[in-house]
């Protein structure tokens, strides 16, 4: 089997320098709060060219904490409308719902699966204040025209880097994951939020501590959202060579653009940045190909079968969209392929010849 993601076998780089890591940290007496959760965050702070970072608990939590923060700012307000693409992870989405904002849904582009920003003026957007860009796939958002938006409409930029570790954030906060699975994973879950903007970097921090920056009295009612010692630890370890791996999965996919073949299959294009997070094809026969692939030893997955606005979640909930014809298309036609650093030139050339 040529597995889609192999945790162990992508770990086990790191095996020597983890266990030493978990080890020191548990014998540290100090779980929460300590020496490397700081440390990460300095280095991650710098790793992306901004000057705060704070580590909260996921990449959900990063997201729920900015928009928490930017209302107690005053930058939003309940009822404020936040423009975020319908083809998103749900955690995007939910993370503006929670907080008593409005998701306005826009359509990805075809070629990129990004927020097509050319039509976001065919949305509403007279109490729209705040745009939250996600870097789909590993791909960077098309920086100038979002800039340029945002600049006319006087929105903020809040960006979902959940997917893109390793690229350059360039808005007013960024929001990223550890999660496992990730580009940079943890051994756990764990987030990050990560900005040039003091205010919001202490509130975040705040925020994830119940609301508290002096021990035991509180200014807010807070949550308890925090990246562990253990987790950012293991982070420190695996940063170094993020930018090694990425490479390697860019080599990766470079490949099977160049060499899958097949007219039944649209291949992603790679854009200005990309840290193929994801190798997304599409396929009008998405299920039978899938199918196809699995009887050959192929294990892939659909990201994402369902969007938000077909959700449960959100049968009674305030979605705010024009018809979404893309992203309900997308999601019958995507497939994810294995991309990863550890892969083998037998497993590349295996998902490529059973493509072909
Ligand atoms: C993974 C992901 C999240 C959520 O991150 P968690 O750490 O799993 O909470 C948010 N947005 C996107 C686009 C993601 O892929």
């Given at each position: 089997m040529v597995p889609f993601f192999p945790l162990k076998r992508i770990n086990a780089e790191f095996e020597t320098q983890l266990s030493e890591a978990i080890l020191r940290v548990a014998k540290s007496g100090w779980y929460l709060r300590g020496k490397e959760t700081e440390n990460f965050e300095e280095n991650f702070a710098e790793f992306c060219g901004m000057r705060h970072c704070a580590g909260v608990a996921s990449g959900l939590d990063a997201l729920t904490l900015i928009f928490a923060s930017y209302k107690i700012m005053g930058k939003l307000?309940?009822?404020?409308?936040?423009?975020?693409?319908?083809?998103?992870?749900?955690?995007?989405?939910?993370?503006?719902?929670?907080?008593?904002?409005?998701?306005?849904?826009?359509?990805?582009?075809?070629?990129?699966?990004?927020?097509?920003?050319s039509?976001?003026?065919?949305?509403?957007?007279?109490?729209v204040k705040a745009i939250l860009s996600v870097n789909l796939y590993g791909r960077q958002v098309d920086r100038e025209n979002l800039l340029k938006f945002a600049g006319e409409n006087n929105l903020l930029i809040i960006e979902d880097f959940a997917q893109s570790t390793g690229i350059k954030p360039y808005g007013n906060a960024a929001a990223f994951s550890f999660y496992p699975a990730k580009n940079l994973g943890a051994l756990g879950d764990g987030g990050a939020v990560v900005s040039n903007d003091s205010e919001?970097?202490?509130?975040?921090?705040t925020l994830g501590n119940y609301g508290s920056q002096k021990k035991y009295l509180n200014d807010y009612l807070g949550f308890n959202s925090r990246l562990d010692e253990i987790q950012a630890a293991a982070?420190?370890?695996?940063?170094?060579?993020?930018?090694?791996?990425?490479?390697?999965?860019?080599?990766?996919?470079?490949?099977?653009?160049?060499?899958?073949?097949?007219?039944?299959?649209?291949?992603?294009?790679?854009?200005?940045?990309?840290?193929?997070h994801l190798f997304v094809i599409r396929c009008k026969q998405r299920d039978a190909l899938q199918k196809h692939l699995f009887e050959r030893g192929i294990e892939t997955i659909i990201h994402y079968p369902t969007p938000p606005h077909l959700q449960k979640a959100y049968a009674s909930s305030n979605l705010i969209h024009n018809k979404l014809p893309i992203t309900?298309?997308?999601?019958?036609?995507?497939?994810?392929?294995?991309?990863?650093?550890?892969?083998?030139?037998?497993?590349?050339?295996?998902?490529i010849t059973s493509l072909c």
């Open positions: 307000k309940d009822g404020d409308h936040v423009i975020v693409p319908a083809n998103t992870y749900i955690a995007s989405v939910m993370a503006i719902s929670k907080n008593n904002l409005i998701p306005v849904l826009a359509e990805p582009s075809e070629e990129t699966f990004n927020i097509d920003i039509k976001l003026n065919d949305l509403p957007l007279q109490n919001l970097d202490t509130l975040v921090k982070l420190s370890i695996k940063l170094p060579l993020l930018n090694e791996h990425n490479k390697k999965r860019n080599e990766i996919a470079l490949r099977y653009i160049a060499e899958i073949k097949n007219p039944d299959i649209i291949l992603p294009t790679p854009g200005t940045q990309n840290v193929w309900e298309k997308l999601a019958n036609e995507v497939l994810s392929l294995p991309l990863h650093q550890t892969m083998s030139e037998e497993e590349i050339k295996r998902v």
